[in-house]
């Protein structure tokens, strides 16, 4: 089978889905990138600078940190033994498995908050006992740790899964053959195969872990300096009608958004064989 | 969830159930899978599983357990009066038919993106690929605060049409063209790939054949690309429905006209209405699985006409 090359467009016709295409994407994707930096610098630097250096938005901004520190380890871990277990044994219930690891793609993020809230909140299943042993879940830490976890689950393991699948078993048993231990394998032979594979699906976790809004919202409160992460902190901001100081943070994310999307396109490129098929261009 | 010696040693259980020791036929024993043995070369199966399941029914199916609980507090009937309530409904409506209009905008943007991507060359290709991801990478509240203050009527687009008298933010117009932002790159996405690799023998033939190019696109490719088509409409509104970030900075949120759904959900958890937020999710969810299951099964017809 052949398969059509890319060419010129020479036709009217072709010329203009080309124009189409170029003037969409302008007005949809590239006119509200442009305007969060033309909105963040407005006033000019000074103002930019003294609202991201400002105490909130400096502990909005170790927050989001910490939170993607833990929230991606946690998620990378998972994804590898998900991966382990889905694509080198044969096991009953492997596509309710597979179904299961999807449902946080299909939920609403409002509903990946809601679901801590009837958990641990003041009147969910373990709200009293929480309350009585003086453990805060939700509107704190641990609250947009589990949220932010729920939302990025998928992420390592949906990178892995289709990769591993493909490279299929035959170097790790030829090693379990001549001799190697259980961490050997997969320190030698699995990860060196999937390390770049790990690492897109490590940064597409990391980049929704920083922005999610939705799920992060509900549970956490929004105690400014607290709480609050950068996303969260956006819209505290913007509420205020502290328009400057909302989009010059907003530019921080924004900035992160092109970083990641600069990295993942360099991925695809120069690690297109070690990444899934699917991602191959 | 076992390994599968004891599934099988189990299979042969069930068979004797029922029957007399000689009428079990040496078919009923199935002989372990070539995979089996693998289990038993790599290490690490009970571990991984473990791993996995725990973490899984932790974050996953305790939560939702509690969510699919929730709503019954005030019986049937309590569930019936929250979704059946006027603001709620209005809410679902607008969630869901906005939605659905973004996606069918999408549908046709993303597939002429998808077309130009992978059937031209012009200069900046590979940067206009890698920006249409943009809305995947960008945070929703970002996105939002940044759509509000475009489509605002002192912005830059709302600017253009406010001498019109035509509103976009704070009105559903406005949620819908955050919806259609983010759920944009999904059809690309879907399409993108399977015309890449369409097979041009069958479009060379068509052209030889005397189909204008126009035919050959609609007649030869089109029908070809749609399930990848429906793929990206159905990710693309699920997405849609759910959605909440992009949406609340440019809606309006005013309740019976621009309150999404999910917006609810926050108002009813703020008023510590507990199972009445559960009662919203729920019924977001199961319109949402309905809808799904509904474009699957258009999808299978689809794709058995097309082998037909």
């Known amino acids: 089978m052949k398969v059509k090359a890319p060419e010129a467009p020479k036709s009217p016709a072709a010329i203009a889905l080309l124009a189409f295409a170029l003037f969409w994407i302008a007005l949809v994707i590239v006119l509200p990138l442009v305007n969060v930096l033309f909105e963040a610098f407005r006033t000019g630097v000074a103002p930019y600078l003294a609202a991201i250096l400002e105490p909130d938005a400096i502990s909005a901004i170790k927050l989001t940190l910490l939170v993607a520190a833990i929230a991606v380890p946690l998620n990378a871990v998972f994804g590898i033994a998900a991966a382990w277990c889905i694509t080198r044994f044969e096991f009953r219930g492997k596509g309710l498995l597979l179904s299961v690891l999807d449902l946080p793609f299909t939920l609403s993020p409002v509903i990946s908050g809601l679901v801590w809230i009837l958990l641990f909140g003041a009147h969910g299943w373990f709200g009293a006992w929480l309350d009585a042993h003086n453990i805060r879940i939700v509107f704190a830490l641990p609250g947009l740790v589990i949220a932010t976890v729920l939302v990025t689950l998928p992420f390592v393991a949906r990178e892995l899964i289709p990769l591993m699948l493909d490279q299929g078993t035959d170097e790790e048993i030829a090693a379990v053959t001549l001799g190697a231990r259980g961490w050997d394998v997969f320190f030698r032979i699995t990860l060196p195969n999937i390390k770049w594979a790990l690492t897109y699906g490590v940064l597409l976790c990391t980049a929704r872990a920083m922005g999610e809004f939705g799920a992060v919202s509900i549970v956490s409160g929004h105690i400014r300096g607290l709480t609050n992460t950068l996303p969260l902190h956006i819209e505290v901001l913007y509420n205020e009608y502290n328009t400057v100081a909302a989009f010059a943070t907003a530019s921080i994310l924004a900035g992160l958004a092109i970083v990641t999307l600069i990295l993942k396109t360099l991925l695809e490129w120069r690690f297109a064989d070690e990444l899934a098929a699917h991602r191959r261009h | ?308």
């Open chain 2, 1 to 308: 969830m076992t390994t599968d010696s004891p599934i099988s040693a189990g299979d042969a259980r069930l068979e004797t159930n029922g029957r007399s020791a000689h009428q079990i036929k040496p078919e009923g024993f199935k002989p372990p899978k070539a995979t089996h043995r693998t289990q038993h070369v790599l290490p690490g199966f009970h571990a991984s599983l473990g791993i996995t399941l725990t973490y899984l029914s932790l974050i996953v199916l305790l939560p939702l357990v509690a969510l699919v609980l929730r709503p019954w507090e005030a019986g049937l009937d309590g569930f019936i009066r929250t979704v059946t309530d006027e603001r709620v409904l209005k809410a679902l409506q607008l969630s869901f038919t906005t939605a659905f209009w973004a996606a069918v905008v999408n549908l046709f943007a993303g597939l002429i993106v998808a077309w130009v991507l992978t059937r031209y060359e012009f200069p900046g290709k590979k940067i206009i690929d890698a920006i249409v991801d943009l809305p995947f990478a960008l945070p929703t509240a970002v996105a939002g605060v940044s759509l509000s203050s475009l489509y605002a009527p002192n912005g830059w687009v709302g600017s253009l049409f406010d001498p019109m008298g035509i509103k976009i933010a704070y009105t559903p117009i406005g949620i819908f063209i955050a919806l259609v932002f983010i759920g944009l790159p999904f059809v690309v996405r879907s399409v993108q790939p399977v015309l890449a690799e369409f097979d041009a023998e069958v479009e060379e033939a068509a052209l030889t054949l005397g189909a204008t190019p126009m035919q050959t696109a609609i007649r030869v490719i089109l029908p070809s690309l749609a399930p990848a088509l429906i793929t990206g409409f159905s990710l693309a509104f699920a997405r849609a429905v759910g959605e909440y970030g992009s949406v609340i900075f440019i809606a309006g949120n005013m309740p019976y006209i621009s309150e999404i759904s999910p917006l609810l959900i926050v108002i009813k958890l703020e008023e510590f209405d507990y199972a009445g937020a559960a009662s919203v999710a729920i019924a977001m969810l199961a319109l949402s699985f309905t809808i799904l299951l509904v474009t699957n099964f258009v999808q299978v017809l689809l794709s058995r006409r097309g082998r037909a």
